[in-house]
């Protein structure tokens, strides 16, 4: 079992700033891919954005340029760094991992943006 707890969720004014981590302990041997979904009020969750182990990240198109994923294999964390925030960005965000053909989620933390 790979455990995964997000933080760094907050509320936060239009243009502002915040980062997200998600460390994972367990069992945490050959974690593939790790990354950010998220689920705004009243939609389905969206991925954001995915890193694999070697460090290649890939981002929800519409995000690109305004958020970066990366990643500490030494201590088992994703990161997810969020510039020039918007209401639509407004949802729990995800953190999850992939291992051995299994999905990890974390429960998920509250991004508000709100003036």
């Known amino acids: 079992q790979v455990h995964l707890v997000e933080s760094g969720g907050g509320l936060v004014q239009p243009g502002g700033s915040l980062r997200l981590s998600c460390p994972a302990s367990g069992s945490i041997f050959s974690i593939n891919y790790m990354g950010w979904y998220r689920q705004a009020p009243g939609k389905g969750r969206e991925l954001v954005a995915y890193?694999?182990?070697?460090?290649?990240?890939n981002y929800a198109t519409s995000l690109k340029g305004r958020f970066t994923i990366s990643r500490d294999n030494a201590k088992n964390t994703v990161f997810l760094q969020m510039n020039g925030l918007k209401f639509e960005d407004t949802a729990v965000y995800y953190c999850?991992?992939?291992?051995?053909?299994?999905?990890?989620w974390g429960q998920g933390t509250q991004v508000s943006v709100s003036s």
């Open positions: 890193i694999t182990s070697g460090g290649t990240a």
């Open positions: 999850y991992a992939t291992q051995a053909g299994s999905e990890y």
